[in-house]
């Protein structure tokens, strides 16, 4: 694989962190894939950083009550003057558009984090037709302009799950894919010591870069 350019991503002093939040969206309109060369083109996919010295951590967030979680998240960030990219579902455990959740984006996106895709529904798109695939990625790129102004460059497929359909619609939409090499295991409920050991032991093998998967909706990720 070719070297991938991390200079959209956003950086931070010594960390270019991509943090994979999951949120939810509300437009319920589906986009058409486009018919055209355009759509033939494959996404980038980002699996490592380039950039020497830095970590990418990404946090996958579901906006229900958990996603409290994000203002320690961003707190902690700011300590450190480090900037972040969340990841958002649409309508999974909750819906983007719910009071409480656009607030929450918009502290993200206000606190200068960079904002991304997780599609609307954290539906498995190897699994949809190509229609189904447009409108998972357009419906929450609609709510993330609707909520911030912002338009999402990056998606993260659910499960890290994507083919050649996938790709193709990604690329028609200007948009990099965006998966990681190390899985904190917060998702699966490891302890924060276990978490720590798995940093050190990728540090270890990948001593210059790391591409972290962690999810905000776990107090051990905050």
């Known amino acids: 694989m070719?070297?991938?350019?991390?200079?959209?991503?956003?950086?931070?002093?010594?960390?270019?962190?991509?943090?994979?939040?999951?949120?939810?969206a509300f437009s319920c309109t589906t986009a058409q894939a486009r018919p055209s060369l355009e759509m033939r083109q494959r996404a980038q996919v980002i699996t490592r950083c380039t950039v020497p010295g830095t970590a990418a951590l990404t946090f996958t967030a579901h906006d229900?009550?958990?996603?409290?979680?994000?203002?320690?998240?961003?707190?902690t960030l700011r300590r450190h003057n480090a900037t972040a990219t969340f990841f958002f579902n649409g309508d999974n455990y909750g819906c983007i558009y719910d009071p409480e959740n656009?607030?929450?984006v918009k502290h993200a996106y206000d606190q200068g984090h960079?904002?991304?895709?997780?599609?609307?529904?954290?539906?498995?798109?190897?699994?949809?037709?190509?229609?189904?695939?447009?409108?998972?990625?357009?419906?929450?790129?609609q709510a993330i302009e609707r909520i911030t102004g912002a338009v999402p460059a990056f998606i993260r497929p659910p499960y890290g799950n994507y083919n050649d359909r996938v790709l193709q619609i990604a690329a028609g939409r200007k948009q990099s894919i965006v998966l990681w090499d190390l899985d904190s295991g917060d998702s699966v409920g490891a302890a924060v010591s276990t978490q720590k050991s798995r940093y050190i032991q990728v540090v270890k093998r990948h001593p210059s870069t790391i591409l972290a998967l962690n999810h905000e909706v776990h107090s051990s990720s905050a």
Request: charged residues 20%; proline residues 3%.
């Open 2 to 24: 070719a070297p991938i350019d991390n200079s959209n991503i956003a950086p931070a002093s010594k960390f270019v962190v991509v943090v994979a939040l999951v949120v939810f």
């Open 64 to 75: 229900d009550i958990r996603s409290c979680f994000r203002y320690d998240i961003t707190a």
């Open 102 to 104: 656009v607030k929450r």
């Open 114 to 141: 960079q904002v991304a895709s997780h599609t609307w529904s954290h539906a498995d798109l190897t699994t949809l037709s190509g229609d189904k695939v447009s409108g998972e990625m357009q419906r929450l790129d």
